[in-house]
């Protein structure tokens, strides 16, 4: 069975990938806008553990609304459930038996709930699996110490493929360089590097 | 990494074994009051599929507890959940640094929520981990299908050592025969013969 894994490089999405190697024959795929280069790094990371690896545009309409409302909210949650239930669509709507992406037990976004996997299986015909929606934090990060070779840093410094790398300078662009740090306030993230 | 997981012969938590081999050295524990010798069929569904299998003994007071509690509600579901919570709770004492069960998105019965869950991994110092969680029960069909070799058949007439399988002669012993089939309807159970 073919299944496609929304994937950014980062840890979670990497992680997920492993977990069902064994099951499917997976594709790593990095939704985005068509506004910056970012998804190589995501290209890369697939490469380093060894999974195809495919892009997924997305409708740019999506990305401009996005950062309109996390401006208006003045964090970045519901923008960021906005594009993931978009690429979700846009994945379920490709070739794949299955789809699946990173979120994890305590990730409060993007998040799906019982009911949207449901009505995305039945509306597109296809599994939609969240293979660490039953690992907690913990767990993860043990796993990923085993698993990965990982780089820890600043979101700003730390190349990825994730919604907010490529918002980020739609946000700056569009609404200036304080705005960018009025929605995102500073964060750690990982990118891996390959395996350990 | 030494991962206790909840065991019954079936085929969720066979797949559960499955999914998480890769990642944590695992043995499967069958709970059980010592009412009957079912777990024998979970051992020996153990056995071909290649797991080390333990036993986990659970206090009798929650076997009649349970059982008193389907007879009053009229069908079985928050006697089931009690047994499983309290299979819980045992196995997240006994010597693992995680413990897991094979509950599905889609399970009503027995279910796990997010804040059991934290709550479990904070008083045990121990990591939960439902490998299913984020599976619904097309996708776990899908790769039973693929990976092992299971026999269907009515739930009375299934070998298997769910908590069902032990409560059935307790509830008739307790309350008769016509209290079985009150509170359990008949619905079909899978047992897992080996892998495919």
Partial sequence: MELGLLYSGGKDSTLAALLL???????????HFGLTDDWEYAQRAAEAVGFAHERLELEEVVAHDAVERMVADGFPRN???AVHEHALEELASARF???????????RVPSVS???AQSLEDRHDVDYISPLAGFGRGA???LVED????????SEDIPRADYEAELR????????????GDV?????QTYVEGPR
Avoid at 147 to 154: H, M, W
Avoid at 169 to 180: C, I, Q, S
Avoid at 184 to 188: E, G, N, S, V
């Fill in 21 to 31: 190697e064994d099951f499917y024959e997976v594709t790593l795929v990095t939704a």
């Fill in 184 to 188: 995102f306030p500073a964060h750690d």
């Fill in 114 to 116: 019982r009911a949207q």
């Fill in 169 to 180: 300078p739609l946000l700056r662009e569009e609404y200036g360089e304080d705005a960018v």
């Fill in 97 to 107: 038996d299955a789809i699946a992406d990173g979120t994890r037990r305590d990730d």
């Fill in 140 to 142: 993860v990060d043990r």
């Fill in 79 to 81: 923008g960021i459930q």
């Fill in 147 to 154: 698993a990965l070779d990982v780089t820890v840093g600043p």
